[in-house]
């Protein structure tokens, strides 16, 4: 079975930063893809980043480009978002999740983690 745990969430002022983990375990053979999503409240989940283990070909939402970094330890299976430059507007909850493939839609995605708060204050 799958388990993908989340850590590094906290409070933080605006324009400060905060790197999150995401610590997978279990069997991981063809899921090749890592997501990071977020949820604020009252809004739709949405795309952060995502990432491959092989080839590490990743991707970011419009809205973080310049601002956040992806990025993965393969030998640890362990993937980080590293967040600079936080603006209230990324407080949210951020859940990682593993899938066949790096992509930007949560629903092709097949195992989650329970998330960890971000809140960014101004």
């Known amino acids: 079975q799958v388990q993908l745990v989340e850590s590094g969430g906290g409070l933080v002022q605006a324009g400060g930063s905060l790197r999150l983990s995401c610590g997978v375990s279990?069997?991981?053979?063809?899921?090749?893809?890592m997501g990071w999503f977020r949820q604020a409240p009252g809004k739709e989940r949405e795309f952060v980043a995502a990432i491959n283990w092989i080839g590490g070909s990743a991707y970011y939402a419009d809205s973080v480009k310049g601002r956040f970094t992806i990025s993965r330890d393969n030998a640890i299976n362990t993937v980080y978002l590293q967040m600079n430059s936080l603006k209230p507007e990324d407080t949210a909850i951020y859940y990682c999740?593993?899938?066949?493939?790096?992509?930007?839609?949560?629903?092709?995605?097949?195992?989650w983690g329970q998330g960890t708060q971000v809140t960014v204050s101004s």
């Open positions: 279990g069997r991981t053979f063809s899921r090749n893809g």
């Open positions: 999740a593993a899938g066949p493939r790096a992509v930007t839609t949560a629903g092709l995605y097949n195992y």
